[in-house]
Protein backbone atom coordinates (compact mmCIF):
# COMPACT_ATOMS: atom_id res chain seq x y z
CA UNK A 1 0.00 0.00 0.00
CA UNK A 2 1.29 3.08 -1.09
CA UNK A 3 0.90 6.28 1.54
CA UNK A 4 1.90 8.71 -0.71
CA UNK A 5 -1.11 8.21 -3.16
CA UNK A 6 -3.34 10.66 -2.32
CA UNK A 7 -6.09 8.68 -2.47
CA UNK A 8 -5.48 5.90 -0.37
CA UNK A 9 -4.19 9.12 2.05
CA UNK A 10 -8.02 10.30 1.73
CA UNK A 11 -9.87 6.46 2.28
CA UNK A 12 -7.43 6.42 5.71
CA UNK A 13 -8.63 9.65 6.81
CA UNK A 14 -12.32 8.54 6.06
CA UNK A 15 -11.79 5.58 7.65
CA UNK A 16 -10.06 6.82 10.95
CA UNK A 17 -12.72 9.60 11.45
CA UNK A 18 -15.66 9.15 13.03
CA UNK A 19 -19.26 10.09 10.95
CA UNK A 20 -20.12 13.06 12.76
CA UNK A 21 -16.26 14.72 12.79
CA UNK A 22 -16.26 16.87 9.81
CA UNK A 23 -12.69 18.70 9.54
CA UNK A 24 -13.37 20.11 6.05
CA UNK A 25 -16.70 22.01 7.10
CA UNK A 26 -14.84 25.48 8.13
CA UNK A 27 -17.44 27.47 6.19
CA UNK A 28 -16.94 31.24 5.05
CA UNK A 29 -17.72 33.93 7.82
CA UNK A 30 -21.47 35.02 8.19
CA UNK A 31 -22.11 38.53 6.74
CA UNK A 32 -22.00 40.88 10.08
CA UNK A 33 -25.84 42.18 9.43
CA UNK A 34 -27.33 39.20 9.30
CA UNK A 35 -24.99 38.22 12.40
CA UNK A 36 -26.24 41.36 14.22
CA UNK A 37 -30.15 41.34 12.85
CA UNK A 38 -30.31 37.65 14.48
CA UNK A 39 -29.30 38.63 17.43
CA UNK A 40 -31.44 41.70 17.58
CA UNK A 41 -34.72 39.53 16.43
CA UNK A 42 -33.85 36.40 19.35
CA UNK A 43 -33.63 39.80 21.86
CA UNK A 44 -37.13 40.75 20.60
CA UNK A 45 -38.49 37.25 21.03
CA UNK A 46 -36.92 37.24 24.16
CA UNK A 47 -39.21 40.38 25.66
CA UNK A 48 -42.15 38.03 24.93
CA UNK A 49 -44.26 36.94 28.01
CA UNK A 50 -43.90 33.10 27.70
CA UNK A 51 -40.01 33.83 28.75
CA UNK A 52 -41.22 34.00 32.38
CA UNK A 53 -41.94 30.54 32.16
CA UNK A 54 -39.11 28.83 34.07
CA UNK A 55 -38.71 26.04 31.97
CA UNK A 56 -38.83 28.29 28.68
CA UNK A 57 -35.66 27.94 26.53
CA UNK A 58 -33.38 30.95 26.47
CA UNK A 59 -33.41 31.59 22.70
CA UNK A 60 -31.15 34.86 23.25
CA UNK A 61 -28.79 32.31 25.09
CA UNK A 62 -28.82 30.44 22.58
CA UNK A 63 -28.27 32.78 19.04
CA UNK A 64 -25.31 34.63 21.48
CA UNK A 65 -23.80 31.13 22.01
CA UNK A 66 -24.01 30.09 18.53
CA UNK A 67 -22.36 33.07 16.90
CA UNK A 68 -19.67 32.95 19.83
CA UNK A 69 -18.80 29.41 18.47
CA UNK A 70 -18.77 30.36 14.92
CA UNK A 71 -18.30 34.22 14.45
CA UNK A 72 -15.74 34.73 17.79
CA UNK A 73 -14.22 37.99 16.18
CA UNK A 74 -17.85 39.50 15.85
CA UNK A 75 -19.23 37.97 18.92
CA UNK A 76 -18.14 37.60 22.39
CA UNK A 77 -18.44 38.42 26.09
CA UNK A 78 -18.94 42.02 25.86
CA UNK A 79 -22.24 41.23 23.46
CA UNK A 80 -23.59 38.86 25.37
CA UNK A 81 -22.71 41.29 28.95
CA UNK A 82 -24.92 43.55 27.62
CA UNK A 83 -27.63 41.54 25.98
CA UNK A 84 -27.73 40.13 29.59
CA UNK A 85 -28.00 43.91 31.27
CA UNK A 86 -30.63 44.31 29.02
CA UNK A 87 -32.38 41.12 29.88
CA UNK A 88 -32.03 42.01 33.81
CA UNK A 89 -33.69 45.22 33.42
CA UNK A 90 -36.45 43.42 31.59
CA UNK A 91 -37.11 40.89 33.58
CA UNK A 92 -36.62 43.74 36.76
CA UNK A 93 -34.05 41.14 38.67
CA UNK A 94 -31.20 41.15 40.12
CA UNK A 95 -28.91 43.34 37.77
CA UNK A 96 -26.51 41.21 36.73
CA UNK A 97 -27.58 37.53 37.33
CA UNK A 98 -28.19 37.26 33.50
CA UNK A 99 -25.19 39.20 32.35
CA UNK A 100 -22.76 36.78 34.46
CA UNK A 101 -24.96 33.36 32.99
CA UNK A 102 -24.86 34.99 29.55
CA UNK A 103 -20.82 36.26 29.89
CA UNK A 104 -20.54 32.15 30.66
CA UNK A 105 -21.86 31.21 28.35
CA UNK A 106 -20.16 32.96 25.58
CA UNK A 107 -16.87 32.32 27.59
CA UNK A 108 -17.37 28.61 27.01
CA UNK A 109 -18.69 28.93 23.41
CA UNK A 110 -15.35 30.96 22.31
CA UNK A 111 -13.15 28.43 24.41
CA UNK A 112 -14.30 25.71 22.78
CA UNK A 113 -15.07 26.99 19.76
CA UNK A 114 -12.88 25.48 17.09
CA UNK A 115 -13.80 22.14 18.67
CA UNK A 116 -17.17 22.70 17.88
CA UNK A 117 -16.58 23.28 14.31
CA UNK A 118 -15.89 20.83 13.48
CA UNK A 119 -18.96 18.65 14.62
CA UNK A 120 -22.14 18.15 13.36
CA UNK A 121 -24.99 19.88 15.33
CA UNK A 122 -25.96 17.59 17.47
CA UNK A 123 -22.58 16.69 18.57
CA UNK A 124 -22.36 20.85 19.04
CA UNK A 125 -25.08 20.44 21.03
CA UNK A 126 -24.17 17.83 23.54
CA UNK A 127 -20.54 19.60 23.99
CA UNK A 128 -22.79 22.92 24.82
CA UNK A 129 -24.63 20.78 27.33
CA UNK A 130 -22.52 21.25 30.42
CA UNK A 131 -21.53 24.88 29.39
CA UNK A 132 -25.77 26.02 29.61
CA UNK A 133 -25.94 23.70 32.56
CA UNK A 134 -23.16 25.43 34.41
CA UNK A 135 -23.62 29.19 33.14
CA UNK A 136 -27.68 28.85 34.37
CA UNK A 137 -26.18 26.97 37.74
CA UNK A 138 -24.16 29.65 38.52
CA UNK A 139 -26.91 31.89 38.28
CA UNK A 140 -29.59 30.33 40.11
CA UNK A 141 -27.27 29.53 43.24
CA UNK A 142 -26.66 33.58 43.26
CA UNK A 143 -30.20 34.41 43.29
CA UNK A 144 -31.12 31.68 45.68
CA UNK A 145 -28.23 33.42 48.14
CA UNK A 146 -29.41 36.71 47.15
CA UNK A 147 -32.90 35.24 47.70
CA UNK A 148 -32.49 33.32 50.85
CA UNK A 149 -33.85 29.90 49.73
CA UNK A 150 -33.48 27.45 46.83
CA UNK A 151 -35.80 27.57 43.65
CA UNK A 152 -35.82 23.94 42.91
CA UNK A 153 -34.60 22.32 39.91
CA UNK A 154 -37.29 24.09 37.09
CA UNK A 155 -35.16 25.75 35.33
CA UNK A 156 -32.78 22.56 34.07
CA UNK A 157 -35.76 21.65 31.60
CA UNK A 158 -35.10 25.53 30.01
CA UNK A 159 -31.39 24.45 29.68
CA UNK A 160 -32.66 20.71 28.13
CA UNK A 161 -35.17 22.80 25.72
CA UNK A 162 -32.28 25.15 24.91
CA UNK A 163 -29.81 22.53 24.34
CA UNK A 164 -32.39 20.36 22.22
CA UNK A 165 -32.89 23.49 19.90
CA UNK A 166 -29.40 23.87 18.74
CA UNK A 167 -29.05 21.91 16.08
CA UNK A 168 -32.31 23.37 14.61
CA UNK A 169 -30.90 27.25 15.61
CA UNK A 170 -27.68 25.97 13.97
CA UNK A 171 -29.69 25.08 10.84
CA UNK A 172 -31.86 28.12 10.28
CA UNK A 173 -28.71 30.35 10.86
CA UNK A 174 -26.54 28.55 8.28
CA UNK A 175 -28.91 28.47 5.19
CA UNK A 176 -27.72 32.05 4.08
CA UNK A 177 -24.56 30.14 4.10
CA UNK A 178 -25.48 27.22 2.58
CA UNK A 179 -27.31 29.27 -0.27
CA UNK A 180 -23.82 30.83 -0.83
CA UNK A 181 -21.90 27.53 -1.04
CA UNK A 182 -24.27 25.78 -3.42
CA UNK A 183 -24.83 28.39 -5.72
CA UNK A 184 -20.43 28.73 -6.00
CA UNK A 185 -20.69 24.68 -6.68
CA UNK A 186 -23.23 25.03 -9.34
CA UNK A 187 -21.75 27.31 -11.37
CA UNK A 188 -18.07 25.09 -11.79
Known amino acids: ?????????????RLGTPSNVHPERLTRP?????????LLAAWLLS???WRAWPGAPDVLALVLAFWCVHEP?????VAAFCFGLLMDV???????????EY???AYGAVVLHRRLQRFDLWSQALHML??????RLVQQMLLAWLAGRWPGWDWALGVLLTVALW????????LPQRGADDAESSSV
Open 90 to 100: HDASALGGTAL
Open 1 to 13: MDRNNPTVRQTAR
Open 30 to 38: AHGAFVWGT
Open 167 to 174: PVVGWALH
Open 103 to 105: TLI
Open 73 to 77: RRVGM
Open 130 to 135: PVFFVA
Open 47 to 49: LLP
